[in-house]
């Protein structure tokens, strides 16, 4: 582990190799799963005055969904997450034309229509964050699912935490991002 400020994070950022590979896996990490993903209380509201913009691209059972219980639950660990359709499936998930599934919520951001990305923990994954009293845990997550993006990685050398810079400075900062490298740095020449 590596603390950064008032995160502790996993050396597994640094270990483990990884690159989406949507050609190979379709957005599986969008339609699959047992809950949704993790929302922040800030996004919540963001998200709601967001669908207007989005509410067309959303399938006929995605908005049925809103329509009964909005845009989240609380999940069994009292946390907010996306609403889900059928147990699994994100309620901003769409099928482009080529059968990947991506989110509603970026599609209008790279539309120009939002400056709101989409949820923190969805631009983060692989990496999945455990907030504390005191530190926010900064972890790698293994899905089977993404075994393409692991193969992905490893073919072309990308360290977890450089495939997510973009996000990990969006959440953390650039300063936090830039300790980081160099921290990466560091371990390397340990190796």
Sequence with gaps: MLQINDTIIS?????EK??????SCKGEC???GDAGAP???VEIKIIEELLPVIWDDLTDASKEVIKKQGVYYIDEDEEPVTSIVNGA???FTYTDE???CKCAIEKAFR???TDFYKPISCHLYPVRLQKYNEFTAV???RWKICNCARSLGSELNVPVYRFLKEPLIRRFGAEWYNQLAIAAGELKKQQ
Excluded at 11 to 15: H, K
Excluded at 18 to 23: G, S
């Design 139 to 141: 972890n790698y997550h």
């Design 11 to 15: 050396l597994d950022l640094f270990d």
């Design 89 to 91: 499936e994100c309620v």
């Design 30 to 32: 969008c339609i699959e």
């Design 39 to 41: 929302l922040e209380y």
């Design 18 to 23: 990884f690159v989406c590979d949507l050609a």
């Design 98 to 100: 080529n059968g990947i």
């Design 111 to 113: 539309e120009g229509k």
